[in-house]
């Protein structure tokens, strides 16, 4: 069940400037070279998939929007590769060097989407972001924090959507990930008008992500940000549950499985909006949450999410699960 429809949540003037949608959210673990040429196999599942619904390209390293090829997906596999600054032996020197190196490489944007003009939101998207955190001074590596998210029309087939959903996570070194109800949004000409929209939508329907991560990224490295109908724990989460003396094992309404290298929580069998005003919030989420508590943010403290949330509201959202019964 969702709140949504294949039709726009909000329109501006005529123009669609948000959707619901069926999305996946992935962080992704520090990227080295070697992730190459997993991000570019995702690139063409992707592209096999729904690229011929994509449109538009924004990259943070070139004019944009561009009419979207399947070129500049080689955007995002190829970061992956230019992660290295120059060795120094000098520490302060190392140190210097990197931050010279970061200014260039971090807030990096791929975004693909199927919008008709550049001001119009569509539920096809592809899209990377990446911000590099506090550079060390005894290493040429840069600490990226990068993350993967798509989205497809909330009445999207869904058999199709959880075939694809799991194969793109089997190939990647996944710190966490979700896939289930969110947004598709269009936030580069107007934040205030969607996300207000989406503040009053994702606090009645718990089901849904918010998928605000712009500049906290670091914060979602180590802690996430919410459960959805699928969540993925990489190892190093897993291990994160283990030392807070946490099992993850299978309940009456989640099912536990392996993809790939990432321990699956299956809530239920569709994603649930729930519907807070109803007092119908899916028990399956409220059972995953309480899996995951330890590792999942629960403070709104310095965050910000698009839209009218403080603080306050922040830390509620990220806890609903906590709070709610029915």
Known sequence: MTAGGAGPLLESEGSP?????????????????????????????????????????????????????????????????????????????????????????????????????????????????????????????????????????????????????????GELRVRWATAGLTYAAELRYDTEAPGDRIYAHARRYTGYDVGFHVGMMDTFFDRIRTVNWLTFLGPAMVGALAAAGRTVESTPHVQVSQVGSATLLRAGSAPLAGDVNYLAVPAAYREADALVRPIRASDGQDMVFFGPWDERSITRWLRRFEYSVG
Not at 89 to 105: C, S, W
Not at 143 to 152: D, Q, R, S, Y
Request: a negative charge.
């Open 17 to 169: 400037v948000l959707f619901c949608a069926l999305g996946l959210k992935i962080h992704l673990e520090l990227l080295t070279g070697e992730d190459e040429e997993r991000l570019d196999r995702v690139n063409d599942r992707v592209w096999a998939w729904y690229g011929d619904r994509l449109s538009l390209t924004w990259l943070s390293c070139a004019a944009s929007p561009q009419r979207t090829t399947r070129s500049h997906l080689d955007y995002i596999s190829s970061y992956a590769s230019h992660l290295k600054a120059r060795a120094n032996p000098d520490p302060a020197l190392q140190r210097a060097i990197n931050n010279v190196t970061k200014f260039g490489r971090t807030e990096y944007d791929v975004s693909c989407v199927g919008a008709s003009s550049p001001d119009a939101a569509s539920p096809y998207t592809y899209a990377f972001w990446s911000e590099i955190g506090d550079v060390p001074d005894d290493s040429p590596d840069l600490p990226a924090h990068a993350m993967l998210e798509l989205t497809v029309p909330d009445d999207h087939p869904l058999d199709v959507f959880f075939a694809n959903v799991c194969a793109i996570v």
